[in-house]
């Protein structure tokens, strides 16, 4: 198994651009997640995804778009980029409730300027 | 969600036992704890979780107070590759196990 795998994995963007990160497990997990994370601070969650077809914000969902099409993708827009989406972004994904454990992909390293 | 409250940083030497404590003292009956480690440059990575009571893997040891209101999370002989960030996280066990990072112990690993 792969695993979580995220491309790409560094991008500069310009102000106003668009973007998609991708995500994908092979793991058959139903829970997906994306975070991001400032220099020297902790992760936060951006959107997530219970199943195919269901996604939900979390506590940082402004200039972001997801969609969940399928059980292996999960991908994240950024439709118009802005200095503050500088960020370090992490996709994750678990199976059910009873095995919580999240697996985190290697980042994406994303810098607005 | 309910917060925890970690060191911001801790020491320790090679082939010792650390013991990385969290306070989270307005947990509720249906929080879990959650220890999710980084290591540099890298995503994190699941550690152990446990509800009640103490919690053992091929990983750590999770020692859980017998009000909750604490948590210890112990390496038993930490190696050079253990040093990274570590987050103690609640979850509440309903719905889509969102985590709430904190800004975790960074633990220095002495040779």
């Known amino acids: 198994n792969a695993g979580v795998t995220q491309t790409p994995k560094f991008r500069i963007l310009k102000i106003g651009q668009s973007m998609t990160l991708q995500c994908t497990q092979d793991?058959?997990?139903?829970?997906m997640y994306w975070y991001r994370q400032d220099p020297g601070m902790g992760l936060k969650l951006i959107y997530y995804?219970?199943?195919?077809?269901?996604?939900d914000k979390g506590e940082v969902p402004n200039g972001y778009n997801v969609s969940r099409s399928t059980t292996e993708d999960f991908p994240l827009r950024l439709e118009l980029a802005a200095p503050s989406q500088t960020s370090v972004y992490f996709c994750?994904?678990?199976?059910?409730?009873?095995?919580?454990?999240?697996?985190f992909g290697p980042g994406t390293r994303l810098t607005v300027t | 969600d309910a917060k925890t409250t970690q060191p911001n940083s801790m020491e320790s030497n090679e082939e010792e036992p650390v013991h990385l404590p969290c306070n989270h003292s307005?947990?509720?009956?249906?929080?879990?704890i959650h220890w999710y480690r980084q290591l540099p440059s890298q995503g994190p990575e699941y550690v152990i979780h446990?509800?009640?009571s103490n919690v053992n893997n091929r990983m750590a040891s999770l020692a859980i107070a017998e009000d909750r209101k604490s948590s210890t999370l112990i390496l038993h002989r930490a190696t050079l590759r253990d040093a990274a960030v570590y987050y103690c996280?609640?979850?509440?066990?309903?719905?889509?196990?969102?985590?709430?990072f904190g800004q975790g112990t960074r633990l220095t690993i002495n040779p």
């Open positions: 996280i609640l979850r509440i066990i309903q719905g889509a196990q969102k985590l709430v």
């Open positions: 446990g509800l009640t």
């Open positions: 793991m058959n997990h139903n829970y």
């Open positions: 995804s219970v199943g195919a077809g269901i996604t």
């Open positions: 307005t947990i509720s009956g249906t929080d879990y």
């Open positions: 994750a994904s678990s199976y059910n409730l009873e095995k919580p454990e999240q697996y």
